[in-house]
């Protein structure tokens, strides 16, 4: 697993450990990691997969965030593309099978619900990068390239996922600003894991989408994450449009189609606000599903 401390590699530790006689090694710039490997550094990663030489690799390190990509173009290429790249090279010399995340941002917004086989057109650079890096991935003979949705849960630093936004502006007594007009088809964690185990144990490859059962707009999720959490969302939230967000274009609709994930595995996600309310030991209320479709 690349990328230990991360959000994703996190719970997807967690939840392979539990698989009877499984070892998961890390590599990555974390000291406790088991193999160093600074992706930033060329050959590093290829370098510790090389010497670990797993069955599995699971590569979830990346320059995750827009901005960031956005502030450092070099390093976002470097780490999210030939990163990527060496990760692929290695696996197919040690026959290792590769799985990759990649993202919801490949994609422009203007054609959504988006299947696999869509056209990725990237609006920013983060989203050009994991298009890149898929490209880069699937020179691997056994791959899978997972494209994520906006991933709900718990993090390590407790300010990444969008229900720990929506915490924290209620503990500031501030008002979380979240767009209205941003379509999402937002995934809890778990499930994500439960995903990366169950595809780890397959002989599937390609590309899959991981999108949750329910297409939203970002300010909608932060009235569900209101409702099941038992905050106040008058108070909470405030309604923001995408236009008022710095820095480049955001995609207009992001809602991912998992038909394909669904006769691919048996694997269910859980009602939306089921997962929501287990984030937080926080009173659950009654939160019906809708979905949410967008005019155009």
């Not at 993090?155 to 720990?164: H, L, N, Q």
């Not at 209620?170 to 979240?178: K, M, V």
């Amino acid at each position: 697993m690349t990328g230990p401390r991360g959000f994703l590699a996190g719970h997807c530790i967690e939840r392979l450990r539990r698989i009877p006689g499984a070892t998961v090694l890390s590599a990555g710039r974390d000291p406790r990691a088991d193999f160093p490997a600074d992706l930033a550094r060329p050959g590093a990663l290829a370098a510790a997969l090389r010497v670990a030489r797993p069955t599995h690799v699971v590569h979830a390190a990346a320059l995750a965030t827009v901005a960031a990509c956005e502030r450092d173009p070099a390093l976002a290429t470097r780490v999210n593309v030939a990163a990527t790249a060496e990760a692929a090279r290695a696996t197919a010399e040690i026959g290792a099978r590769l799985l990759v995340f990649s993202t919801d941002q490949v994609f422009d917004g203007e054609s959504a619900p988006y299947a696999e086989d869509a056209v990725p057109r990237p609006l920013h650079r983060y989203g050009a990068t994991k298009a890149l890096a898929e490209d880069a991935a699937r020179a691997a003979p056994d791959h899978v390239v997972l494209r994520v949705a906006l991933v709900l849960g718990r993090s390590r630093a407790g300010d990444r996922t969008p229900s720990e936004t929506v915490i924290a502006a209620a503990r500031r007594g501030a008002a979380a600003p979240l767009f209205v007009d941003e379509w999402r088809s937002p995934v809890a964690v778990a499930y994500l894991a439960e995903v990366v185990a169950a595809l780890l144990g397959s002989s599937f490859r390609g590309t899959l989408h991981v999108g949750g059962p329910e297409r939203l707009t970002r300010f909608t999720l932060g009235e569900r994450i209101c409702a099941a959490l038992g905050l106040d969302a008058a108070r909470a939230l405030r309604p923001a449009r995408r236009s008022e967000a710095p820095g480049p274009p955001r995609p207009r609709d992001l809602a991912l189609d998992s038909t394909r994930l669904g006769t691919t595995l048996d694997v269910v996600h859980e009602p939306l606000c089921t997962a929501i309310a287990g984030e937080r030991p926080w009173p659950e209320s009654p939160c019906t599903p809708r979905d949410e479709r967008p005019p155009g």
